[in-house]
């Protein structure tokens, strides 16, 4: 319990410091949203300075920081001022949709890394091992961007896949089934490009926890047991593998805001990514700001609930 | 190479010959360990009370089971750790009270040969570099002065010529630790300190060692410390032995005394778990 | 291949890539921001030996390029029109390394004809040269960036490893803090900072500084092991005993034994920094025209009518792979190398 709490402060503390470190930087911004305003001869730069003195922009900077943090402890993020809504209610539905695709895309892969490196870790240097890694290593060698560049394509050049988007055209009346299928449809590219882009380093690491624990010696004395090899992989190596995996699952939740940034901008998925990216354009501050808290928020819980796995899950941390 | 010929008054000299080189006065040393997440601190205690009192030219043996605290005094000694409390008068100075500077010209009298001779030289420098360093280091005579002691001393302890710019995977066991030793020897040391030298050596390289050290310290007029937990061994080639357990220096006699008369109990213990000793101490003290 | 060939390949043509993108202005035949306005999106050219008539020519030649009668936008071979290649031509001045002015580039074709090995772009400007200069941008980037987070990694770790106590605490804990920053997110976060169109060269040299600023956290944990662990080790007790400085015994004997982490986080980091620079350039947020880099040459692929009818313009990302491999496979060889040193 104690080393609970000490974690939970420790993460609030660390939190609080990068909504400073963010805040502060964004603030060395020179000029804003309004410089745009100010280029229009028809509005007087004192129209302008009002607009500012009504948001709050010139105010001094710890004013601003601390307002803003008041405002956001109590769920008010502040205003985006590019698509004139309140950044709350904003970034909450690009969120949705980028848990949408990186938790579909985090799901498939482990799905996938996980028989691929059991299975590898079992038949270590046969070719099934020998050909996983070469497919690992390929997989790794290609970037991102091409990944998706190349699924992009291959969806205009096919007409297979929807290219991009989250949904077609809009229409309000249609069933919960049919939008259902059109979102899935859509989201079967961006998924599976980012699975694949998180494919091999997943595959690397379980494979390597199973080899370590296949070599320990409580194995090797099971099999020399004659206890079958199926049984040995399932209820022997993979409980005692698990304390690694437990933390990766950590890490991949920990990043799942921050991943599909690119997924987004290429195949025209609506998420946190491509907002940011847009607002980054506009100089839309309150926005970014709160985009990166709030995946400095998943990072650091996705971090401290694998830890907390781990001390669940580990009776041996416990008893120190 | 001789050390540095003592130039004074018959009567400092012999207050000075008198005098012990250096005398260990009621040395603690403790150190406070976290436990990993719970953070809780236990302090652990590496020497209690430690005092012992080593005469020039002598060979002295310090003996303990491990975890009895001499190789912390050693290092200690060899001003490679900070104890807790205490003195170590060297050469009638106190050296845990010494400036910095005035501490820089002490390190080069007690010199430490460690127990891995592959540890405790770095593979990446060759045999020449390794023993001409402390000379570069404490930034004595030239470069060119310094080759030609270094490569004297590396003849010296009886590895083959060429050898010096052999890198230390190159070399067995036994050179090894004789190229520890040329590079402890190099600065003219009064004090060398064996911190379980010869443990890791076979019996045929152990005895070409000690009568290398033997050799040597008579040429050299040097002052041995060696740390063993072997009592066997030591009683070989030991003047004076003092024995530790659990950090206290439980009793320092000449050997002959102590093999024969064991004052404390827990000598009388270790004493009686070497049966094969009476022989040796017969052959050698009778 | 045995480790050490392995290593040594890779090393070597890494060498050679670096050297290729280092005389861009060499082996380009033209300069990154020329244009030309009636070749637009021209196919890639190919090289022959022999002509439509089944003649052989003893050069290599290109056949130039007329409009296409069919498709008013597009263009068709004409074989009338041979041009020969020509080596070690005269050409537009560029500057070697940005210091040395010359005119000599490795190959062209006799001026008007054009030669496109990688085709052209929306304004007709040479994808080839653009390729070979853009690499020029990007590859700094990850080096210089690579090579600041390595070097504030080492002292971080360094220090923390070696004086412990509260220098340690501070520094780890502050490592923490970078760790846990979507650095990807922070860096758009800072180019947001940066005015939209201030001048290349300044932009540059900030996104290098603060992606090199983001990365030293991880690194640094792994130095500061190895520290820890080298400190204690006997010949830099020896050293010590002999009245060596920290400073001495840092620089002599335990960084030299983080030198396998060194080598292989710089092997990690260096296409990392080099995708970051990619992605930013990709979204418009790196250099600004008309200075391009590996990234700004893709990013028109996000139009649909340039990704379903110009192929070519997909030839940049394709040839980051055999970028990326290398440098893998580069960081993959040390590891192993350095692994069984330790041992």
Redesign the interface.
């Known amino acids: 319990m104690?080393?609970l709490s000490r974690r939970l402060i420790h993460a609030i503390l660390l939190l609080l410091a990068i909504s400073f470190f963010s805040f502060a930087l964004l603030q060395m911004a020179p000029g804003d949203y309004f410089d745009s305003l100010r280029l229009n001869p028809q509005i007087s730069s004192q129209t302008v300075d009002k607009i500012r003195a009504q948001y709050g922009l010139d105010r001094p900077f710890p004013v601003r920081y601390a307002f803003w943090l008041r405002g956001a402890l109590q769920g008010d993020l502040g205003y985006s001022l590019a698509s004139n809504s309140a950044v709350g209610p904003l970034i909450g539905v690009r969120a949705r949709n980028t848990v949408l695709l990186s938790g579909t895309a985090t799901a498939l892969a482990w799905l996938l890394a996980l028989p691929i490196g059991i299975w590898s870790a079992a038949k270590r240097r046969r070719t099934v091992d020998r050909a996983a890694e070469l497919a690992t290593s390929a997989l790794l060698t290609v970037p991102d961007l091409l990944l998706f560049l190349a699924l992009l394509l291959l969806a205009v050049r096919t007409g297979w896949f929807p290219t991009g988007g989250m949904t077609s055209a809009a229409d309000d009346e249609s069933s919960f089934w049919s939008t259902f299928t059109d979102i899935a449809f859509h989201l079967v590219l961006p998924a599976f490009g980012l699975a694949l882009a998180m494919l091999p380093m997943l595959v690397r690491h379980v494979r390597a926890a199973m080899i370590e624990v296949l070599e320990a010696p409580f194995v090797r004395a099971a099999r020399g047991h004659g206890i079958p090899r199926l049984r040995i992989l399932f209820r022997y190596a993979l409980p005692v593998a698990s304390n690694p995996l437990i933390q990766l699952l950590g890490f991949s939740l920990a990043t799942m805001l921050s991943t599909s940034v690119i997924a987004e901008i290429v195949l025209s998925w609506p998420g946190l990514g491509a907002l940011m990216v847009e607002s980054i354009f506009a100089r839309d501050l309150y926005v970014v700001v709160a985009i990166v808290m709030l995946s400095s928020i998943f990072l650091v819980a996705g971090n401290l609930l694998a830890d907390l796995l781990l001390l669940a899950a580990d009776p041996r941390?416990r008893t120190? | 190479m001789t050390p540095s010929t003592q130039m004074a008054t018959s009567k400092s000299l012999d207050r000075e010959i008198r005098s012990p080189l250096v005398r260990i006065k009621r040395l603690k040393k403790s150190h406070v360990q976290r436990?990993?997440?719970?953070r809780a601190k236990s302090e652990v205690t590496a020497l209690q009370d430690a005092s012992l009192t080593i005469d020039r030219g002598t060979t002295f043996a310090l003996i303990g089971e491990s975890g009895s605290g001499k190789s912390t005094l050693a290092?200690c000694l060899?001003?490679?750790e900070k104890p807790t409390e205490g003195e170590i008068w060297f050469e009638g100075r106190d050296i845990l009270q010494l400036a910095p500077h005035e501490?820089?010209a002490v390190?080069?009298q007690?010199?430490?040969i460690?127990q891995?001779p592959a540890?405790?030289?770095?593979p990446?420098m060759t045999a020449l570099e390794i023993v001409a360093?402390?000379l570069k280091?404490?930034k004595r005579c030239s470069k060119a002065e310094q080759r030609d002691l270094a490569l004297g001393w590396v003849a010296r302890v009886g590895l083959p010529s060429g050898s010096e710019h052999k890198r230390p995977m190159e070399f067995s066991g036994g050179q090894r630790q004789r190229l520890?030793i040329a590079?402890a020897l190099v600065?003219a040391p009064k004090l060398l300190i064996l911190d379980e030298a010869l443990a890791s050596l076979d019996l045929a390289n152990q005895e070409m060692i000690l009568k290398l050290l033997a050799d040597l310290q008579r040429e050299h007029s040097l002052t041995y410390l060696h740390i063993s937990h072997d009592l066997r061994q030591v009683a070989h080639f030991a003047n004076e032995v003092a024995v530790m357990n659990e950090g206290r220096v439980v009793e320092q006699q000449p050997a002959a005394k102590l093999f024969a008369e064991p004052r404390d109990s827990y000598t009388r213990e270790l004493l009686l778990a070497m049966p094969s000793l009476e022989s040796i101490v017969l052959d050698r003290f009778a | 291949m045995t480790l050490r060939h392995t290593l040594r390949l890779t090393i070597i043509l890494l060498a050679v890539l670096h050297a290729l993108i280092f005389f861009a202005g060499f082996i380009a035949p033209y300069g990154f921001s020329s244009q030309n306005r009636d070749l637009t999106f021209a196919p890639p050219a190919q090289i022959h030996f022999v002509d439509a008539h089944g003649k052989i020519h003893g050069r290599p030649f290109v056949y130039g390029l007329k409009t296409d009668a069919l498709d008013p936008t597009g263009y068709e071979i004409d074989p009338s029109q041979i041009h020969p290649l020509e080596f070690f031509v005269a050409g537009a001045p560029y500057k070697i390394a940005g210091l040395l002015p010359a005119t000599r580039h490795l190959f062209g074709v006799r001026a008007p004809s054009q030669i496109f090995l990688m085709g052209t772009d929306a304004y007709g400007r040479d994808q080839f040269s653009r390729f070979l200069y853009g690499g020029q941008i990007s590859l700094l980037a990850g080096l210089l960036a690579a090579a600041g987070a390595l070097t504030i990694a080492i002292a971080v770790g360094a220090l923390a490893g070696y004086y412990r106590g509260w220098i340690d605490e501070i520094l780890m804990r502050t490592g923490e803090l970078f760790v846990a920053l979507p650095w990807l997110y922070l860096l758009f976060a800072v180019r947001a900072v940066l005015p939209l169109h201030i001048a290349g060269w300044q932009v540059f040299l900030l996104l290098v500084a603060v992606m090199g600023l983001l990365g030293w956290a991880r690194p640094a944990r792994l130095i500061r092991g190895v520290v820890l662990s080298a400190k204690e080790?006997?010949?830099v007790?020896?050293?010590?005993?002999?009245?060596?400085s920290d400073f001495?015994l840092l620089g002599r004997?335990i960084l030299?034994q983080a030198s396998g982490v060194i080598l292989t986080q710089l092997a990690l980091l260096i296409p990392q920094y080099v995708l970051a620079e990619v992605t930013l350039s990709f979204l418009g947020l790196g250099v600004s025209e008309p200075t391009p880099s590996w990234g700004s040459l893709l990013s028109s692929l996000q139009q649909y009518y340039v990704l379903s009818s110009y192929w070519w313009m997909f030839l940049p990302a394709v040839l980051l792979v055999p970028v990326f491999l290398l440098y893998y496979a580069a960081a993959n060889a040390l590891q192993e190398r350095f692994r069984s040193v330790q041992l």
């Not at chain 2, 436990?35 to 719970?38: E, F, L, V, Y």
């Not at chain 2, 540890?119 to 770095?122: D, F, H, M, T, V």
Request: no cysteine; charged share 20%.
């Open positions: 104690k080393y941390i120190e | 436990r990993p997440i719970s290092r060899a001003l490679l501490l820089f390190r080069n007690i010199q430490m460690f891995d540890s405790a030289l770095n990446g360093e402390p280091i404490q520890a590079r600065l | 080790r006997n010949f007790l020896a050293a010590r005993g002999f009245g060596a001495y004997h030299p």
